[in-house]
């Protein structure tokens, strides 16, 4: 495998966001080869459910990891897949505890939760810590290619917003408990059905895994979101928005890469829109002063396959500094 010039610095989990089209699919997958060529064993991660690593690298990417050269594997999570397999774990455990008579009326609820919105984000969620939880084992580092925007700031924040909310089912629980154990001094039946409780134990679980992505995702050791944007105006915004954003949440945020740059050979048709170029290119220097900026020139053809990637994989030797 062809290596960088440059040993690239990196942390554990690695995030490339932003505005859709911006070509952070490419970027993600470029830094990703990069630290598979210095001897990391990378993980290449898409959430997006508008898959584009697979065209990216030039090879059969599906939602089960798979093997792409050495030290370089992927995967395309698949909201849908992780949606229905999240409902069906949650059937399984209920199914178990509940009386024969609402068993109907609990599978029809399983059935509008799956459709219900946040649904697949949660989904993503639970494969997202599970394949964090694989750092060490089999993989160096993991380098996430995320949806547009809105979508990964949801994602990212779950474990913040959705703490208390599962703190506060918990308490209700063990209240609800109490009482049933308090009832059960006289129903040796009841009290042999609530000797363990299955749904306490998913709400401490589900907890814990929140307590894990918070200390990862805040850790700025360990995990990094940088992002690809293009010199104009909306995603100039749209990046200032987000980043302060995840930094009132505690995620950490490094370099910018601004992608798709005119070079001046681009000809005298393009130079309105390289002058316009350039003051947005002014606007994200003073803007986002103090953090690391790679700037990439717009390519006479698409990243399509892995030998274009290599050719982009050197660019991010600085990114994390």
């Not at 910018?256 to 393009?270: D, Q, R």
Request: charged share 30%; with cysteine.
């Amino acid at each position: 495998m062809t290596s960088t010039d440059r040993k690239v610095n990196y942390r554990p989990f690695t995030f490339f966001g932003g505005k859709g089209g911006t070509g952070k699919t490419s970027c993600a997958a470029a830094y990703a080869l990069a630290l598979a060529a210095q001897g990391a064993r990378t993980l290449m991660v898409s959430t997006d459910p508008a898959h584009s690593l697979a065209d990216a690298y030039g090879a059969e990417i599906g939602f089960e990891v798979v093997k792409l050269e050495e030290n370089l594997w992927g995967i395309e999570i698949d909201p849908e897949v992780e949606a229905k397999k999240y409902m069906k774990g949650i059937q399984e455990k209920m199914l178990h505890i509940v009386s024969a008579a609402i068993v109907d009326e609990i599978k029809r609820q399983i059935e509008i939760a799956y459709t219900s919105p946040g649904a697949e984000e949660a989904a993503i969620f639970d494969k997202f810590i599970e394949l964090m939880e694989s750092l060490g084992e089999r993989f160096d580092a993991i380098v996430f290619d995320t949806a547009p925007t809105g979508h990964t700031l949801r994602l990212l924040t779950l474990p913040e917003i959705l703490g208390t909310w599962i703190e506060h089912l918990i308490e209700k629980r063990k209240k609800a408990m109490h009482m049933m154990k308090m009832a059960a001094r006289y129903d040796s039946v009841l009290a042999e059905k609530i000797e363990e409780d299955p749904i306490l134990d998913t709400l401490t679980a589900r907890r814990d895994k929140f307590d894990l992505a918070r200390k990862i995702l805040t850790d700025p050791e360990r995990s990094v979101f940088h992002f690809v944007l293009n010199a104009e105006k909306l995603p100039i915004l749209e990046t200032a928005r987000a980043l302060e954003l995840l930094r009132n949440h505690g995620i950490a945020t490094g370099g910018l890469v601004v992608n798709k740059i005119l070079p001046p050979e681009a000809g005298p048709f393009f130079e309105k829109r390289r002058e316009a170029q350039e003051e947005y290119l002014q606007d994200i220097r003073s803007r986002f002063a103090g953090r690391k900026i790679l700037e990439i020139p717009l390519l006479d053809s698409d990243i399509q396959g892995r030998e274009q990637l290599i050719r982009l994989s050197p660019l991010f030797a600085d990114l994390d500094g």
